[in-house]
């Protein structure tokens, strides 16, 4: 039996004498070496290979070395294979870190002040306290549900939105598509941490956008493809929407030719919200292994495959 870890040589640094010192009868193997193929038990990955079965015969478990699993072929991995996504304490407070920021940059107009330095403006703008914003968050999974807590905490008025129902503390939550449109109502910041599927594809779009109110701005730090660009620069355009902060794209890396660079209204970060951190993600992943092999089998992080998440 082993595990085969495809993935950075940072990570193989630590997990590999981690996994050797805790399971020492789990053989450890670095992609592209795979030891004995009829023996992986266990995959870890961003992207596994193609052809699983015909690689690894006997594959019990995948697991994807980040929160998402938006990036696998679902239909491609055998049913009778369990997918577990990253869910570890580093991701979240990296995420929540970076909501932060963006919501307090977006605020406090931190990207009219920035361009006003660029043209050498001196000229203040009113300030809002916290509480008279109004942050909707949408996906309150284990990313969605601390940020919201957090964005509560430091004063804002929050509610979020996501499939099926949630309670968050100090959070009002909505529901299910007929609640849609009241969230977006009240949103005067909207934060997309949406898991991708085929029924979120697209879905910061024109439509949605006109049901916010005027002046309303748009935080995405789930995945590009949520995002319908021509719509977000013609909403901006007219006003409707009034900025934007942007930490994933589709295509990424942002091709050198796209019109959002220079739009004075987005700021762009280039996919570093958060990233798992490579200590505590080992832990968890060693836990979830030897919590497997002990025969449990019901895990927060397994993917549902009639979701995609």
């Not at 909501?99 to 660029?118: F, S, V």
């Not at 942007?246 to 796209?258: G, I």
Request: net charge negative.
């Amino acid at each position: 039996m082993s595990f085969l870890l495809k993935s950075t040589p940072e990570r193989a640094k630590i997990w590999k004498p981690l996994f050797n010192k805790a399971l020492p009868d789990l053989a450890f193997h670095v992609w592209p070496e795979t030891g004995n193929p009829e023996e992986v038990r266990f995959l870890a990955a961003w992207e596994p290979p193609a052809n699983l079965l015909t690689y690894f015969p006997n594959l019990e478990v995948i697991f994807s070395v980040g929160a998402g699993v938006d990036q696998f072929d679902l239909s491609a991995i055998p049913e009778h294979v369990t997918i577990i996504r990253m869910i570890e304490p580093g991701l979240t407070d990296g995420m929540v870190d970076y909501i932060l920021w963006a919501t307090l940059t977006l605020h406090r107009d931190g990207l009219t002040y920035i361009n006003q330095q660029k043209q050498h403006i001196w000229k203040a703008r009113p300030n809002l306290v916290a509480a008279q914003r109004r942050v909707g968050i949408m996906g309150l999974g284990t990313l969605g549900a601390p940020v919201a807590q957090a964005l509560a905490s430091n004063g804002f008025t929050c509610s979020g939105w996501s499939r099926s129902r949630h309670e968050v503390p100090n959070v009002t939550c909505y529901a299910g598509p007929e609640e849609l449109d009241a969230f977006l109502a009240i949103t005067d910041i909207l934060i997309c941490l949406l898991p991708l599927t085929n029924a979120t594809r697209g879905m910061l779009n024109a439509d949605l956008f006109k049901k916010l109110p005027q002046g309303a701005q748009l935080i995405n730090a789930a995945r590009g493809a949520h995002l319908v660009i021509p719509d977000l620069l013609e909403m901006l355009e007219n006003g409707h929407l009034s900025a934007a902060i942007l930490d994933v794209t589709d295509p990424e890396p942002l091709p050198a030719d796209s019109l959002l660079w220079d739009n004075p209204r987005i700021l762009i970060t280039p996919h570093i919200a958060s990233s798992s951190q490579t200590e505590t993600a080992g832990h968890v992943l060693l836990d979830t292994v030897e919590r497997y092999l002990a025969g449990e089998r019901t895990f927060s992080s397994r993917v549902d495959r009639s979701k995609g998440y």
